[in-house]
């Protein structure tokens, strides 16, 4: 069964770096794409960036543009989302998540981990 185990969250002070990990099992993931969601206190579910597996064409939402940087390692079988210039808004909960190319419905998802930023 597909796993997402994600890691690396914590709190942080405006302006500072965090990088997110997203360890990823249980399938190949060739053809698949690989996304990152994330989710503030009494907000919904927030799309933030994805990447295809297989040839690394990366997404991502207006607000973290320039700021955020989503890659993946093969070998690894590692999906990871490097944060800088981040702002008391990116707090939230930050979700692993991943799609077959050919069904538009994210079907797996990790637990979450924790991003709090103090300004």
């Known amino acids: 069964q597909v796993q997402l185990v994600e890691s690396g969250g914590g709190l942080v002070q405006a302006g500072d770096s965090l990088r997110l990990s997203c360890a990823a099992s249980?399938?190949?993931?060739?053809?698949?794409?690989m996304g990152w969601f994330r989710q503030a206190p009494a907000k919904e579910r927030e799309f933030v960036a994805s990447?295809?597996?297989?040839?690394?064409?990366?997404y991502y939402i207006d607000s973290v543009k320039g700021r955020f940087t989503i890659s993946r390692d093969n070998v690894k079988n590692t999906v990871y989302l490097q944060m800088n210039s981040l702002k008391p808004e990116d707090t939230a909960v930050y979700y692993c998540?991943?799609?077959?190319?050919?069904?538009?419905?994210?079907?797996?998802w990790g637990q979450g981990t924790q991003v709090t930023v103090s300004s």
């Open positions: 998540a991943t799609r077959s190319m050919y069904n538009p419905n994210w079907g797996y």
């Open positions: 249980g399938r190949t993931f060739s053809g698949y794409i």
């Open positions: 990447i295809t597996w297989t040839g690394g064409i990366s």
